[in-house]
């Protein structure tokens, strides 16, 4: 428990070192959501639903951010390596890691909601808004695991590339730019079918009237049990190639 809350401040200390990052990140959701979003929606149900997707972006940018760029930009660094020396094991590491996650998803979500409060009528209860917030933390699991096995398995130099197009690729093919409750065309087809969709069905069901999709959360299931492997074998292989 020791190493855990130490590795968590360790964690906020570093988040809070450069705060301009996390708000370079922020950026691109807000700038959809005064550009795209709040011109194009006509009814607060579809406000609501469509500001849920902006924020379930926002989550995929800083997974992407903290553990894709975080985690290599640690592997380059002498420091990064004299970390993973340290007795403990990865446990303290990463459980710091995704309590940062669960913080900054929180945290990141407020610009968004703050914009369609103030900047149309839509209206959310408080049990609701407190319901999406735990789903939207619950898409941190297969999202950080995934960003995690890019940031341990491939090139560093490469990750920064990943982790820029990733969120906005995976957004596109889970339906986070179209309607939710679209049941025809090719977005709507694959959707289920990929990591995205899982965590945002949860999280649109929580605000709004959605009904979730089983192969949703069948595929959720899946790819979270896929990256959680793939991210255990991909820590233990760059360790094993520096440390062994």
Known sequence: MQAIIVNIKFELVQALRIPMVYVGMLFLPSVGMLLYV???????????????????????????????????????????????????GPVPKMTAMIGLSLLLAVVGSLPMIGIAA???????????????LLALGLAVVPFGL?????????????????????????????GYFADPAADSGFIATIAPFTPARGPAELVWAAVGDYRINPVSMVM?????????????????????RRFH
């Not at 929606?41 to 992407?64: D, K, N, R």
């Open 38 to 88: 709040l011109p194009s929606a006509h009814s607060p149900g579809t406000i609501v639903m469509s500001t849920a997707s902006m924020c379930l972006f926002t989550v995929l940018i800083l997974c992407s951010a903290q553990y894709g760029t975080g985690i290599a930009d640690a592997r380059m660094r002498p420091w990064g390596g004299f970390v993973r020396t340290l007795p403990g």
């Open 118 to 132: 103030l900047g149309t009528d839509a209206t959310l209860p408080l049990g609701r808004l407190l319901l999406g």
């Open 220 to 240: 959720l299931l899946v790819w979270t049990a896929v990256f959680a492997v793939l991210a255990a074998r991909s820590y233990r292989a760059d360790e094993g």
């Open 146 to 174: 995934l960003t995690l096995t890019i940031g341990y398995a491939v090139n560093p130099y490469l990750v920064h590339v990943l982790a820029t197009v990733l969120p906005m690729v995976l957004a596109y093919l889970g």
